[in-house]
């Protein structure tokens, strides 16, 4: 095992202890729910999302908010990601790391603890369930690459104890703070108006990673997002999972993301991938790698709207990419496709309120095949129909889109419509209801739905 001292030599660059640390650019509103979480008692914080998406900036922003009321040597933050470490990845490490900090840096006081990618150490929730059990002097922060630690580790072993903030890459209003960019009134809107529609089409060509939206140089964005990508399949899904047949992992992502916008199938996924590897492939086993996908955040798929469980379960669901900008470099033909990728778009920011439980987001089609993109519910009540149409100059499109949107607004007897577009922007009535049209740049910059 591991001794103290070697512990305490590995921790300290990363600890604001004896030097500054790079924090990045603040992302205030995270930074603002995680102040706010750290005042209740006895629970523990989970700060969960896709790997390079700002988490270890954000609690280390945190931790440079809270030398207003702590000394430096109060806080702890260790990487479980550290190669140090990665022989002695076990409960008894966390028992060495407390111990070293405890023995050397702050022995008695008051401590705020960060466990970054904390899904590395196997069983680590019954650690922080006895140490919230033995009110223990800390407030315990742990951050994970796995959606999975919404559903089994958290809601197992620490029910009731953990309060959740899930982080997603840079939305539209970060982008452009990232930029250099604030929007404070609605004249800094109009005023700059033309930066910001050339900056969308950068933020859907490159997406909204801090790092990639803060380099510059083009190829190396894109080299970095294929990093990315790299890292999520290989280390999140492939080393996670233990899945031995690699290739199969990385082409089912690959086929995945290439289906974004779009309605997928395991069955129809499954024989995409027979004639591509020319070998049987078990649906479970497709069943499962989707799962695995998703649970890394690299995709998220919506189910139809149906008030019969059995419908949602047995329709295919439509599937979306967490930033366009991994689409665009795993699938490059796909960059001209602006239409799905507004959606893409669209369905980022609708999933973030969703996984913040501010409603729940579905698709709709009929039997005669009229679809609406999103179908925004609360509780028992469809509040939103939204269409994402690009280009509603073509008339034939958009009178498809309205009438969709029509047959939707009866069966759900929703007025709240609206359309999303270029740069279209109006209020127009349709077979007597009021439709929004609305630029997408707008929308993203807007509060809510």
Request: glycine share 4%.
């Amino acid at each position: 095992m591991i001794n103290k001292e070697e512990i305490i030599k590995a921790v300290a660059p990363f600890n604001l202890w004896d030097k500054e640390q790079e924090t990045g650019i603040d992302r205030g509103a995270y930074i603002e729910r995680v102040e706010k979480f750290s005042t209740v008692k006895g629970n523990a914080i989970a700060i969960i999302g896709v790997r390079r998406g700002g988490k270890t900036f954000i609690v280390k922003q945190f931790l440079k908010h809270s030398l207003k009321n702590v000394d430096k040597e109060q806080t702890l933050y260790v990487n479980f990601e550290e190669p140090k470490f990665e022989p002695y990845l076990n409960l008894t490490l966390l028992d060495e790391i407390y111990d070293a900090y405890r023995t050397y840096i702050n022995k008695e006081k008051f401590a705020y603890l960060i466990f970054d990618e904390i899904q590395n150490i196997p069983r680590w929730e019954k650690w922080v369930r006895i140490m919230l059990e033995k009110q223990e002097n800390v407030e315990i922060i742990v951050t994970g690459s796995n959606s999975k630690l919404l559903v089994s580790e958290l809601s197992t072993i620490l029910t009731g104890r953990t309060l959740k903030i899930i982080i997603f890459p840079l939305n539209f209003n970060e982008f452009l703070l990232f930029n250099n960019i604030q929007i404070k009134k609605k004249y800094n809107l109009m005023a700059k108006k033309i930066l910001i529609k050339r900056l969308l089409i950068e933020y859907i060509n490159y997406g909204g990673f801090p790092k990639i939206v803060l380099e510059k140089n083009e190829y190396l964005k894109i080299e970095l997002i294929k990093d990315i990508f790299e890292g999520i399949i290989y280390r999140d899904v492939i080393s996670r999972h233990k899945i031995a047949n690699a290739s199969l992992v990385r082409i089912m992502a690959e086929l995945a993301i290439s289906n974004f916008s779009s309605l997928l199938s395991a069955n129809k996924l499954r024989n995409s991938l027979i004639p591509i590897l020319q070998t049987k492939i078990s649906p479970n086993i497709v069943v499962e790698l989707l799962n695995y996908l998703e649970e890394s955040f690299l995709i998220f798929h919506l189910p139809i709207f149906s008030y019969k469980v059995k419908e949602q379960k047995q329709y295919p669901k439509k599937i979306y990419c967490l930033d366009t900008g991994i689409i665009n470099t795993v699938n490059p033909r796909f960059t001209k496709d602006i239409g799905r990728l507004y959606e893409n778009v669209v369905a980022i920011k609708l999933k973030k309120l969703e996984m913040d439980r501010k409603c729940n987001i579905f698709y709709w089609k009929n039997p005669l095949h009229e679809e609406v993109d999103f179908v925004i519910k609360n509780g028992m009540k469809v509040n939103a129909l939204i269409q994402v149409c690009y280009n509603v100059s073509e008339q034939n499109t958009k009178e498809r889109e309205l009438k969709a949107l029509m047959k939707a607004s009866e069966e759900f007897k929703c007025n709240n419509l609206l359309v999303i577009t270029e740069d279209y922007e109006t209020e127009e009535k349709f077979k007597g209801k009021k439709i929004k049209f609305i630029p997408l740049w707008k929308w993203l910059l807007e509060n809510g739905i």
